[in-house]
């Protein structure tokens, strides 16, 4: 089941990027975190009005984020 609800986007907050059920915690600093090898269970420990589904929705925004058509010169 997708996550992808827990993100939301504010013009109005972080600058419009991509955060977690308008908390304030932004999309690419959790990837950041997991990225640079961070345990999920250190990351919900950090943040601790994190629940396990948003770290999910972060991941499954990037997988989408990184599936789009790719244009070449002809």
Known sequence: MSQL???????????????IRSLRIRVKDLLKLM????????VLADF???EPDDLTAALEFAA???????LQAA
């Open 5 to 19: 609800h827990r993100i939301t986007v504010n013009p109005n907050q972080c600058g419009g990027h991509p955060c």
């Open 35 to 42: 990225a640079a090898g961070l345990p999920r269970e250190e």
């Open 64 to 70: 989408r984020q990184s599936d789009h058509p790719i």
């Open 48 to 50: 601790p009005y994190l």
